[in-house]
């Protein structure tokens, strides 16, 4: 089967359509345009048919010419250069008049001219211009409704790039649970032997570029079966019930290339939630309900299992999550440290490394990051090697291209006063001498005045440990870190600054957590107040509750600021001298921030 599908095919329909719509246009106006300036030329030069009669009866017309089924005629008068229009209500009765004027004697020509096609074009464009338009509007609908064939059809003789089970790093687990989806396309006999029923349906779920869709595709491949792939958005369109026929479709290739896989990616687009409500919301209901009844539909001899992905899980019917439809849901975590290295590994295999470069401390730097982030910090540390001219990536290029990623770019032409230089190293010192002495807090391993993205510096930590519980202790010493910078303009300087605003608008979203989310109250107890499906959770424990919140969150925050004035109170020197070096050379590494601490 081939694959006509390209990139950006759906969009050069549109465009064709327009541009089709835009021509019928412009000959359409052209012509109205011609038809126009015609007739304004008939207004000067028109001869009424009584007015005819007489210039033949005076003997003042010389020639007359007339075309076959035309009741418009073109007069030549005597001593006149310039031809007159007129029209005849009868042409029949006009030739004979026109005879009987030349046997009397009257010196008339009468030219005969064959009906000319051509020349009626611009008239007949224009009578037909509400058909055209029409015709264009309703070409234009069809394409961009694409009811033609629905889906991109990935084959194994056709995919470009072979995408396998070696493809996909970090997804251990995930990728073991799912070779049984690809043993089950390949040998179904051997399940339906023993009773079992392949699974119609599995879910895909986690942050976005954790590599969701790039495991449906490896599982195409490892299974040697058809990939039909689509988006949920493209379920959706304005006009009703083309969601639900798009659904149809789309099953229906499915039954035709069986056994195969069917991909919905962010179903979350048609998967959501039905109501009650009239409009948008009616058209989406009929969507789902079609895929639910597709789903429903598949006989025990059609191998079609359907795999669909979504950020967001807790927006889905839950129809759809029942047992017989999305039979198993997976969650694609964010990879792990090893995961991670061997994401690296796999996205540098095209990319001219030198042996020094150590794809372990990346990936030590790089806690929390998706596989999507991890390939583009590669990419970008190319560019950034090819813009420094090096033979090779190195080591510095790497790293410039996580701060570039995390941070934003650096602007050294950015024009600073020296006031608010001295304001960003003292901001900047005061972060990593508080964050120096919170056991909980990772090691610094930079500090930056030259500004980055819309910061103007920053304090870089050493991630060394993935977390997936964080302790009321961390995220008290958390919100201190947060506030070293304030509190160091504070001492520093005897003033504040809007520096500080997004450290505290973090901090408060941190205390608030503490407060509402995770019951770190001591005061309020272990309560969840937060529920983003339900907003009026709180009026459950009465209108005194959101008074409570603000004062815990107000005492966590102050708390916080306190101690962070303590710690650099006890330690000036080193904050001064931190923000000397820092006004002095702009930047210092890991290694430098410690010798300050070992004199």
Do not use: W
């Amino acid at each position: 089967m081939s694959n006509n599908n390209k990139p950006h095919k759906k969009e050069n329909k549109i465009l064709l359509s327009l541009l089709v719509l835009v021509l019928i246009i412009a000959i359409s106006v052209v012509a109205l345009i011609f038809l126009l300036k015609k007739d304004s030329n008939k207004e000067d030069n028109t001869l009424a048919y009584t007015d005819l009669i007489k210039e033949i009866s005076y003997g003042n017309v010389e020639k007359i010419e007339m075309t076959v089924g035309s009741t418009t005629l073109k007069v030549k008068m005597k001593n006149d250069e310039v031809q007159k229009t007129a029209i005849v209500p009868n042409t029949e009765a006009f030739i004979g008049l026109v005879q009987q004027k030349v046997a009397e004697g009257n010196e008339i020509e009468l030219v005969q001219k064959p009906k000319n096609v051509i020349a009626q074009i611009p008239s007949i464009l224009f009578s037909m211009f509400p058909t055209l338009i029409m015709l264009a509007l309703f070409i234009m609908i069809f394409k961009m409704q694409g009811l033609g064939e629905k889906g991109k059809v990935y084959e194994e003789t056709e995919r470009k790039t072979k995408v396998t089970f070696k493809d996909v790093a970090g997804l251990e687990e995930e990728k073991a649970e799912l070779i049984e989806i690809v043993d089950f396309l390949k040998k179904p006999e051997k399940y339906a032997k023993m009773g079992a029923k392949i699974p119609k349906g599995v879910l895909l779920y986690g942050k976005p570029g954790t590599g969701k869709t790039l495991i449906a595709k490896a599982i195409a491949g490892e299974a040697n079966v058809p990939f039909i792939s689509m988006s949920g958005s493209e379920f959706i369109e304005m006009f009703a019930g083309l969601g639900a026929s798009r659904v149809r479709k789309l099953f229906e290739k499915a039954r035709k290339l069986s056994p195969c896989i069917v991909f919905i990616d962010e179903i979350d687009a048609i998967g959501s939630r039905r109501t009650s409500n009239s409009g948008a919301e009616t058209e989406n209901n009929q969507t789902l309900n079609q895929l639910l009844v597709e789903m429903d539909g598949f006989s025990s001899e059609e191998t079609i299992i359907v795999l669909a992905a979504t950020n967001r899980p807790e927006m889905l019917d839950k129809a759809l999550l029942r047992p017989g439809r999305f039979d198993r849901q997976i969650t694609i975590p964010t990879p792990d440290l090893r995961g991670r290295l061997e994401i690296l590994k796999i996205h540098s295999e095209d990319k001219n490394l030198s042996d020094e470069v150590n794809l372990e401390s990346i990936a030590e730097d790089t806690a929390g990051f998706t596989g999507a982030e991890l390939a583009n910090i590669l990419n970008e540390s190319a560019i950034i090697a090819t813009k420094n001219k090096h033979e090779q990536i190195e080591n510095s290029d790497l790293d410039d291209a996580v701060k570039k990623v995390t941070v934003g770019l650096e602007k050294h032409s950015r024009v600073i006063s020296e006031k608010d230089k001295k304001l960003t190293a003292y901001h900047e010192a005061g972060h990593a001498v508080v964050s120096k002495y919170l056991p909980t807090q990772t090691d610094v391993k930079e500090v930056s005045i030259i500004p980055r993205g819309v910061a103007g510096g920053y304090t870089m930590y050493k991630t060394n440990e993935d977390k997936f519980y964080i302790s009321k202790t961390e995220m008290q010493e958390k919100l201190i870190a947060l506030l070293g910078g304030r509190a160091a303009e504070k001492i520093a300087l005897d003033d504040i600054s809007t520096g500080a605003s997004n450290d505290i608008e973090v901090a408060t979203q941190i205390a608030r957590d503490m407060v509402t989310k995770y019951g770190m109250s001591d005061n309020l107890g272990p309560i969840a107040l937060k529920d983003e499906k339900d907003p009026y959770k709180m009026r459950l424990f009465g209108e005194e509750m959101e008074d409570a919140i603000g004062k815990e969150v107000k005492q966590l925050i102050d708390t916080a600021y306190n101690d962070a004035q303590t710690i650099l109170k006890q330690n000036i020197d080193k904050l001064d001298k931190i923000a000397q070096a820092l006004l002095k050379k702009e930047k210092i590494n890991e290694n430098e921030f410690k010798s300050f601490f070992e004199e």
